[in-house]
């Protein structure tokens, strides 16, 4: 089994910043893409950024050049940075991660979700 454990979110004033971070642990033989999705109420859960085990990045269009994704590959974590924070970017936050458990199964995993509130 594997655990993807979220911090880092909370309330901040629209301009600020925003750290979010994710930590996976237990029975991993390889991590493939690691990525933030976000669900605000009444609304599809929408993915937000990605990145492979090489470091290529994806984004949603409405957030490319205010926040960045990261990875430690040595430590199993993936970060997001969110600067310029608007209020339209309040939402529930996840964190997920493409596990191999061994050479043959791969597993999509989620983390239980890190509220982040943009107030105006």
């Known amino acids: 089994q594997v655990q993807l454990v979220e911090s880092g979110g909370g309330l901040v004033q629209a301009g600020g910043s925003l750290r979010l971070s994710c930590a996976a642990s237990?029975?991993?033989?390889?991590?493939?893409?690691m990525g933030w999705y976000r669900q605000a109420p009444g609304k599809q859960r929408e993915l937000v950024a990605r990145?492979?085990?090489?470091?290529?990045?994806d984004y949603a269009d409405s957030v490319k050049g205010r926040f960045t994704i990261s990875r430690d590959n040595a430590k199993n974590t993936v970060s997001l940075q969110m600067n310029s924070l608007k209020p339209e970017d309040t939402a529930v936050y996840y964190c997920?991660?493409?596990?191999?458990?061994?050479?043959?199964?791969?597993?999509?995993?989620w983390g239980q979700g890190t509220q982040v509130t943009v107030s105006s």
């Open positions: 990145i492979s085990s090489d470091g290529r990045t």
């Open positions: 237990g029975s991993i033989f390889r991590i493939y893409d």
């Open positions: 997920t991660a493409n596990v191999g458990t061994d050479i043959f199964r791969r597993t999509n995993y």
